[in-house]
């Protein structure tokens, strides 16, 4: 089993929906990335958190510490956020290993 | 300001040939990174260097070698290319560890 588990692996949707995006992982972290991978193969930081919440235009971020997950949603969904979303954690006894998520694939149809 | 940025983007070897793969960064970053992405493994990280003048395996760094040259250069070196070693290198940085990663464009690296 991956320490570092996303669902779905896919998601289709139609423009303007509300998108969830979950990431859960078995081992302590000190913080929890989630990154943007374009089509073109670029990857992107969207945010970094180790408790609570944040907020960035339409995206939002959640990490619950105690039930080791985190989620990421897409307000008002655009075919621009089509991509692939990944997950990874800062392990807490890992020095400088950020371990990563295999990702979930995007797709939002105009 | 460029960030990071790697070249080359595209490369093919055949098996056997050596190659190196230039990163540079300009955000004054103390560490730096490389990963390589394959289909259903997600990112792994072969190689990072905490801080200049310092450099340390990670998680599959067989088959590579790395130097540190200076605070903004992390290169990464195939000495004898094999074709397990077909794969998307990026590099990445970061004020220092475990703080937010900037990853440059990617390398696809095939080897025949």
């Known amino acids: 089993k991956n320490e570092v588990e996303q669902s779905p692996q896919n998601l289709t949707a139609q423009e303007g929906e509300f998108i969830t995006i979950n990431c859960s992982y078995s081992v302590g972290i000190s913080a929890l990335h989630w990154l943007q991978q374009h089509p073109g193969g670029g990857i992107v930081s969207l945010f970094m958190?180790?408790?609570g919440k944040k907020k960035h235009g339409r995206l939002i971020a959640t990490i619950n510490i105690q039930e080791k997950h985190s989620s990421l949603h897409i307000t008002a969904s655009h075919p621009r956020d089509s991509a692939v979303y990944i997950c990874a954690v800062w392990r807490e006894t890992s020095g400088s290993r950020l371990t990563f998520g295999e990702g979930t694939q995007l797709t939002v149809n105009p | 300001n460029a960030g990071v940025t790697q070249t080359p983007k595209f490369q093919v070897l055949k098996t056997g040939q050596s190659m190196t793969l230039q990163c540079a960064q300009d955000?004054?970053?103390?560490?730096m990174y490389w990963y390589r992405q394959d289909p259903g493994m997600g990112l792994r990280l072969i190689y990072y260097s905490a801080s200049e003048g310092t450099t340390d395996k990670g998680e599959v760094p067989n088959g590579y070698n790395v130097s540190r040259l200076n605070k903004r250069e992390f290169s990464l070196r195939l000495e004898s290319a094999a074709p397990s070693q077909t794969s998307v290198y990026f590099c990445?940085?970061?004020?220092?560890?475990?703080?937010?990663?900037?990853f440059g464009p990617g390398t696809r690296l095939t080897v025949l």
């Open positions: 958190l180790s408790s």
């Open positions: 955000m004054n970053h103390n560490s």
């Open positions: 990445a940085s970061s004020e220092r560890r475990g703080l937010e990663q900037f």
